[in-house]
């Protein structure tokens, strides 16, 4: 591929084409670090899916919303535009607004924006059919004093990986078509607080381990996702693209996301919104079809700090089916407590290979304004080797078991063989860019002790390549720039945050990530607030507004 931003947004892939290179080369050579480019697409082989239309996605909902008007959306616009979940909840306890009208509003813009016309972003695959009577109900429970959680009635869309009853979960894949499933586990939780589910996003077809020479936000389900401050120009990140890409453009309060290794981080720093890949295991992969049990982790995706904390709370619960699920003692929730004071005396290493960038210095500036400790270090010279066999040898497990576990009965696919045969049926259609990383997962063997040792060796390397560095100076924490260091955090399982730092001079969003210790989710977030309330970079796409 000679579009170089492409090799940094292989999300769930490892968010380098060969994670194996050292991780100290040169700027521009290496797998974690990439300088920005922009490409105009049109070389995508397929933009609009050949298996959904406009109007099937709607057929079931324009009833609901014969009345409500362009006056009535432009009205509404001050109100929920760019807002975060407690102004929204302000707004409706004040009776300026309803949960019904929130929901009427994003669908609205999703049918005015998303597909079929000039500015069409194919961020969202299906839509809840019963979201808008589940939202009249809300503002019933309101009456009755029933918000259980600040999540209560705001419309959340979840990356099409994740099962939830209603809709099918296609994973993008045409294999998957018919995958009506119950609830994912994460799903339980955000419905158990009173969220809507509004649909299902868009994302890099099997999360982005599937062909291996296709741009990221393609899957044939959902077609071609599009970045909004840069259509067919800017790489929309993935593999949870439309995640990203929907919340962007204000087509619902927030979404869910699901990382391997970057796929969280990639769409949210190159769609301009904040996205946390937590520590393995701190919310349930139940119900999600896998890449790799041993670094899958779904996570909050939005516009801002305060709402991606209130999201994370929301999720939060102790899986006992799920062989990585951490039980904790929160002691309190994940949102309550944030604040301008976060960063004063905290120390962070910056990577020296990285000053080049000059949103990556006014960020660490605007750091040291709110006190941090900047030191910049040098990169240990640790290898990720065989990351891919990982993967491989994970998913050639995983996915049996998640499809005879929380996969529909009927399915003629059992293996990553059966979808391989399947897709031959019509490649042209099922399979444009081919499945060349499928075919390697079904080529790939080894013994028991060769799989451990892979394992034990990645997470070895990952958590050096952080605590050496992080002893020798007394870290609480690092900065990197979007999805750069994702490989090491993901093998490590150390969690990592992303907040828009700004835009270069082509327009490409950037984000600052912060990378932590395992479980120090609620210091990323204080952290990433305190810098948002600081820089405030994030800008909507202005076409979108």
Known sequence: MKNLIYFLSVTFLFSCKNPQQNATENLNDSPEIATDSIEDFREFKVLDSKYITKSSIWENLNKDLVGFTEDIYNDLKPLILEQDIPSLQKHIKNGDLSYEMLTKFYL?????????????????????PNVISESKQKDIDLKNRMLKHPIFGMPILLKDNVNTSGMPTTAGAVALKNNQTDDAFIVERLKNKGALILGKANLSEWAYFFCGDCPSGYSAIGGQTLNPYGRRIIDSGGSSSGSGVAVAANFSVAAVGSETSGSILSPSSKNSIVGLKPTIGLLSRGGIVPISSTLDTPGPMTKNVTDNSIMLDAMLGYDEKDSKAIEMDLNGNMYSDLNLDALKGKRFGAFKRLLEDSLYVKAIADLKVKGAIIFEIDEEEMKLPEFRRLLNLDMKIDLPIYLSK???????????????????????????????????????????????KIKNTLKTNGRAYFNIPMEAHKLDGFL??????????????????????????????????????????????????????????????????
């Open 480 to 545: 990197s720039i979007n999805n750069y260091h994702a490989g090491f955090a993901a093998v490590a399982e150390y969690p990592a945050l992303t907040i828009p730092m700004g835009y270069t001079n082509e327009g490409v969003p950037e984000g600052l990530t912060f990378i932590g210790k395992p479980l120090s989710e609620k210091l990323l977030l204080g952290w990433a607030y305190a810098y948002e309330q600081t820089s405030k970079k994030r800008k909507s796409p202005k076409n979108y507004n």
């Open 108 to 128: 609205y813009r999703i049918r005015k924006f998303d597909r079929e016309n000039s500015l069409s972003l194919n961020s969202v695959i299906s839509l809840n």
């Open 406 to 452: 929380y996969g529909n009965k009927d399915l003629v696919i059992k293996s990553v063989e059966d979808v391989v045969d399947f897709n031959k049926k019509d490649s042209l259609k099922i399979m444009p860019y081919g499945q060349r990383l499928f075919n390697g997962i079904v080529a790939d063997i080894a013994t028991e002790e060769e799989f451990l």
